[in-house]
């Protein structure tokens, strides 16, 4: 009786002692939740309800209801076709760059001549294509009329030459149009698609890095092929990296400065029309919101957890 | 003599046989590692070819920020200027309004980089190890602020700091790289807190047999291991803070950073060009480029080694 009573005070105070510390470590984010996260969302909604706009400096928001939301969603079909376009974004490049990251990772996962070289160039795209950057660096003729002499063109011709054979050799091999189109736009895209994927190349190698590998010593020596090694413990081992990957591939591909929909908010915000961004940014945010929830529920049926 | 023959005798046959096996030895070798090299070569060739297309544009940059418009017309020049000139970089440092400008942003993305690094480590930490009411809520928050598109959370919050007349100041992001709320603060959080999750729990048990509180365990046990994963989130938003232009061009527009110059420098980089404006205002803004991301390489240079290391032992994992 009294040892039991004892126990129980004792995880009492464990539990209260969790409890005590979770809140310490975190009571720099709980502030800034409320202030900073919660505060804006609920005043994000409320802008979005009103026609806010600032003059003279202060900010002025005749309610409108929903005026904005019928004008986005019901009256123009502008807003409709962006997010059409977004998704549709969203769905071509996803798989590309987990794919293409995947291989990636696994190639700078193995042991060779020159791996750090090769790992800091990879990860060179998170600088060197990110924000101010990319925004100087859209039209620049100088580069491309650099060589244009005859290097660059000589260049594009052959990538263009190589990807037609490329695309004639799929095309006799039967496939369908659609997924040759698919491939060679991807041909096309390497470098977008190699800077869209160093987030994901680094998540790979951390998955890869951390699979213990007295596992692939034991299926070696009960006689397992580097194929079968590679379906059966590497791919179900990394599967909650490729959730993480994909989850962020998506967020990455709505939130990109380039996306359509980022563009209409940007526009919306920079000629003054707040009440509608609000409105654009909200609806977008709940979508953004429910197709990471699908995307998660689908997959996260198919992940392996290792404990 | 005899005994000698039937010496060299026996050795023959001998020697034969250790040579048989050396020549089966090669071909095994050579069936074993020879699709290996293959293999070796072949990762070669396609590393080498992203190398180049991740480098490619960078280089064709730099190389280019030296031309001169009559190189640029020359057709015997290749990416290796005949009369490299300083005079774009002179303007594009005029237009940037460098010392000041490098000054305020160095300011701003330290400050953003120290701040985001320490609270995303302690909020990673407590996510991490303690099992508390609300924690799920407060996780969701974290990937709300990951997920918002950046302009719905930042309205409301330049309205806020507007209203207490905090802005054009380093108020706004010290506030908010205290409390892990600013840009892209989550996602530190959350690789923070997967780091913490991989470490194992021993460690921490047996700080807590020898006697040390929480706090202690974490400042003594725990940050020490920590190191290179801080270094990485401080190098990501180091790197990110510098770069952006949305948080700098709403809290600060009045304060001369890279993101309140870009516009500048991107519209006035033609002026005063008698000929050749567009293509002069592309060597002057390559210019731009390079000054800007120079530091930011060279802080990649000395911290890629702690990057590639906490990507390679991270417990990214789980």
């Not at chain 2, 996780?139 to 930042?154: G, K, Q, S």
Request: a positive charge.
């Amino acid at each position: 009786m009294a040892t039991e009573k004892v126990i129980r005070k004792k995880r009492r105070t464990l539990e209260a002692k969790q409890r005590r510390y979770g809140y310490l470590f975190t009571a720099p984010f709980i502030v800034g939740g409320i202030v900073f996260i919660i505060y804006p969302v609920i005043m994000a909604l409320i802008y979005s309800l009103t026609d806010l706009k600032i003059i003279n400096g202060a900010p002025a928001m005749p309610w409108v209801g929903m005026e904005n939301y019928s004008q986005a969603f019901l009256k123009e079909d502008a807003f409709r076709r962006k997010l059409l376009d977004a998704l549709t974004e969203m769905v071509i490049n996803v798989p590309i760059v987990v794919i293409f990251a995947f291989f990636m990772a696994s190639i700078l996962n193995a042991k060779f001549i020159g791996r750090g070289f090769a790992r800091s160039i990879m990860f060179l795209p998170v600088i060197i294509a990110t924000g101010v950057v990319a925004q100087l660096s859209t039209n620049d003729i100088a580069a491309s009329m650099m060589s244009s002499a005859d290097q660059q063109m000589m260049m594009e011709q052959s990538s263009v030459q190589v990807s037609s054979a490329f695309g004639n050799m799929l095309m006799n091999m039967n496939l369908d149009l659609g997924l040759v189109n698919f491939i060679l736009a991807a041909v096309d895209r390497i470098y977008d698609i190699t800077v869209m994927s160093a987030v994901s190349i680094i998540i790979f190698i951390a998955g890869l890095q951390g699979i213990s590998p007295s596992i692939y010593e034991a299926s070696y020596i009960e006689g397992a092929t580097k194929w079968e090694v590679f379906w059966k413990i590497s791919f179900p081992m990394v599967s909650p990296m490729i959730l993480l990957s994909v989850i962020y591939t998506i967020i990455d591909s709505f939130t990109a400065s380039t996306n359509s929909v980022m563009v209409a908010i940007n526009t919306a915000f920079t000629s003054g029309e707040l009440g509608m961004m609000a409105a654009y940014a909200f609806s977008y945010m709940l979508i953004i919101f429910a197709v990471l929830g699908i995307v998660a529920g689908l997959i996260s049926r198919k992940v392996f957890y290792y404990d | 003599m005899s005994a000698e023959a039937v010496k060299v005798q026996s050795a023959q046959p001998q020697g034969a046989k250790a040579e048989k096996p050396k020549a089966k030895i090669d071909a095994v070798k050579l069936k074993k590692y020879g699709g290996r090299y293959t293999i070796g070569i072949f990762r070669w060739l396609f590393i080498i070819g992203i190398c180049f297309v991740i480098l490619y544009p960078l280089i064709s940059k730099i190389c280019s920020s030296f031309f001169s418009i009559q190189d640029m017309y020359d057709p015997t020049v290749h990416y290796i200027p005949k009369n490299p000139t300083f005079d774009n970089y002179e303007t594009a440092l005029a237009r940037l309004g460098y010392p000041t400008t490098l000054i305020n942003t160095f300011t701003l993305s330290l400050l953003a980089g120290i701040l985001q690094t320490a609270s995303a480590t302690l909020v990673g930490y407590g996510f991490a190890r303690y099992k508390f009411k609300g924690r799920s809520f407060l996780f969701a928050l974290v990937i709300i602020a990951l997920v918002a598109p950046p302009y719905a959370l930042l309205l409301p919050r330049f309205v806020m700091f507007s209203n207490i007349g905090l802005l054009n100041t380093y108020i706004p992001t010290i506030l908010m790289g205290v409390t892990g709320t600013g840009l892209k603060c989550s996602l530190y959080i959350f690789i923070m807190r997967q780091f913490f999750r991989g470490m194992p729990k021993e460690l921490e048990e047996a700080a807590y047999v020898d006697g040390a509180g929480p706090v202690r365990t974490f400042i003594v046990i725990m940050l020490p291991s920590a190191v290179s994963m801080m270094v990485t989130c401080f190098l990501f938003s180091f790197v990110w803070q510098w770069l952006d232009t949305m948080y700098a061009q709403t809290f600060m527009a009045d304060v001369r950073t890279i993101a309140t110059s870009i516009g500048y420098l991107r519209d006035t980089a033609g002026q005063g060009l008698v000929a050749d404006t567009q293509l002069g205002a592309d060597l002057i803004k390559n210019a731009g480029i390079v000054i800007i991301i120079l530091p930011l390489l060279v802080l990649y240079a000395f911290t890629q080694r702690f990057f590639v290391e906490s990507i390679a032992r991270s417990g990214l994992v789980g």
